[in-house]
């Protein structure tokens, strides 16, 4: 596992989006794993404008997201479709047939065997990008006395229900079910790039980075058994997860 300790997380977001643009230039038809949640903002933002800037071509990539609400159309404003297409996919020249977002609709079933199908057909994604949640989730894999492998439907538990209600009417209209890729299909990225800032997230951090346990109780820890893990944290939050 890497870790970059940043000066700012404005710098870490640069860095990853640095990453991804090399990783496009270095193999043009590269498949990348992308994540939503507030972190990546500043990436995506990036990333759009080295694309109009023409440093990067984004028309045969392809791309798949972590995970999605269940139960929320792509047209809704707070479903992970809607994110993607506002803070990327509408901005760039990607195949819109190319990128693969779960489906939080329809057969529960048959759309997680599709995510993990997208996942490893025509090869694993390069870079995965990937949040954490104050628990440790990644995408929405919760933190708990398991985890599952593979692709699946999974229960949100009240404290991230709480921390992602900032983005609802109320509390009551956050789904309470997502479809979300497995720790397999996370660890399956040649490259899991993991970036967190802020206080909310320094428990979580301080469980990855300090010591070697991993525990399905902070489902982040599982990326210390990939060798190509790369995690970006700014000083403010290696300070305060205890890790510099
Ligand atoms: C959601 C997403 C995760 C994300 C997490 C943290 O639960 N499913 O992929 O990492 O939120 O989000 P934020 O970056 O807004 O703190």
């Known amino acids: 596992m890497k870790v970059i300790v940043t000066k700012s997380y404005e710098e870490s977001c640069r860095i990853a989006a640095d990453m991804i643009r090399d ?23 990036h990333l759009v ?16 997201n972590l995970d999605e609400y269940w139960g929320l159309s792509p047209d ?6 809607y994110f993607m297409q506002e803070n990327l996919f509408s901005h760039i020249n990607l195949n819109p047939q190319n990128t693969y977002v779960p489906k939080g609709t329809g057969d529960a079933a048959q759309n997680t065997a599709e995510l993990t199908q997208k996942v490893y057909e025509g090869g694993v994604p390069s870079i995965q990008l990937l949040g954490i949640g104050a628990n440790g989730h990644l995408g929405f894999n919760e933190a708990g006395p398991t985890l599952v492998a593979n692709a699946h439907m999974q229960a949100l538990t009240q404290s991230t229900i709480d921390a992602n209600s900032r983005f609802f009417e ?7 079910l ?19 800032t802020g206080a909310a ?44």
């Open 201 to 244: 997230k320094a428990q979580a951090m301080h469980g990855l980075l300090v010591g070697d346990e991993i525990t399905t109780q902070n489902p982040s820890t599982f990326l210390k058994l990939h060798t190509g893990t790369v995690v970006i944290i700014d000083e403010e939050l290696a300070i305060m997860s205890g890790a510099k």
């Open 170 to 176: 109320a509390k009551d209209k956050v789904p309470t």
């Open 178 to 196: 997502a479809i979300t890729m497995g720790m397999r299909e996370i660890l399956a990225a040649k490259t899991p790039l993991l970036i967190a």
């Open 76 to 81: 809704h404003p707070q479903s992970y479709h």
């Open 49 to 64: 404008e080295m694309f109009q800037k023409g440093e990067v071509d984004f028309s045969e990539v392809h791309t798949v």
């Open 23 to 45: 990783e496009v230039a270095q193999n043009p038809a590269t498949k990348l794993g992308l994540a939503t949640g507030s972190t990546p903002i500043p990436v995506y933002y």
